[in-house]
């Protein structure tokens, strides 16, 4: 893959922080894995439901950034050192959660994304939200 995933990776990043669209980056049939634990948990198929768990985040955080610290080609996957940063919009807190992503990227297109983040902190996070 090379560099190729690396600067797909890279583009979804910054065009997610500057609120643009991403899913011209994705697969059509791309599986967004949410693990078990986080409040958001499941598998998301397809550009649509990817659409949908990106509208259950909005529903809960304003001002959200995806900070990568490091994007490593890993062969035939990328791998991803970020940080979560965002504002819980029920009570004005900031938020700043490290997490991992492996992602694949063929064809120039983001095939899947596994994200591995500290869930009992976003689950009291969003816990939290939901007593406010």
Same mark, same amino acid.
């Given at each position: !893959?090379?560099? %190729?995933?690396?600067?797909? &990776?890279?583009?979804?990043?910054?065009?997610?922080?500057?609120? %643009?669209?991403? !899913?011209? +980056?994705?697969?059509?049939?791309?599986?967004?894995?949410?693990?078990?634990?986080?409040?958001?948990?499941?598998?998301? *198929?397809? @550009?649509? %439901?990817?659409?949908?768990? &990106?509208?259950?985040?909005?529903?809960?955080?304003?001002? !959200?950034? +995806?900070?990568?610290?490091? &994007?490593?080609?890993?062969?035939?996957?990328?791998?991803?050192?970020? *940080?979560? =940063?965002?504002?819980?919009?029920?009570?004005?807190?900031? @938020?700043? &959660?490290?997490?991992? %992503?492996?992602?694949?990227?063929?064809?120039? =297109? @983001?095939?899947?994304?596994?994200?591995?983040?500290?869930?009992? +902190?976003?689950?009291?996070?969003?816990?939290?939200?939901? *007593?406010?």
């Amino acid at each position: !893959m090379g560099s %190729e995933g690396v600067a797909v &990776i890279e583009e979804f990043y910054a065009r997610f922080n500057k609120g %643009e669209d991403v !899913m011209g +980056l994705c697969d059509p049939k791309i599986e967004f894995y949410e693990q078990e634990g986080s409040p958001f948990a499941g598998t998301y *198929r397809g @550009i649509d %439901e990817l659409g949908q768990f &990106i509208g259950k985040l909005m529903g809960v955080f304003d001002d !959200m950034q +995806l900070v990568a610290e490091q &994007i490593v080609d890993a062969g035939e996957d990328v791998l991803v050192a970020a *940080r979560f =940063k965002a504002v819980v919009r029920a009570t004005g807190e900031h @938020i700043d &959660i490290p997490y991992l %992503e492996l992602d694949g990227v063929r064809d120039g =297109k @983001i095939t899947y994304v596994k994200p591995f983040i500290d869930t009992a +902190l976003l689950r009291d996070v969003v816990e939290a939200t939901s *007593r406010a």
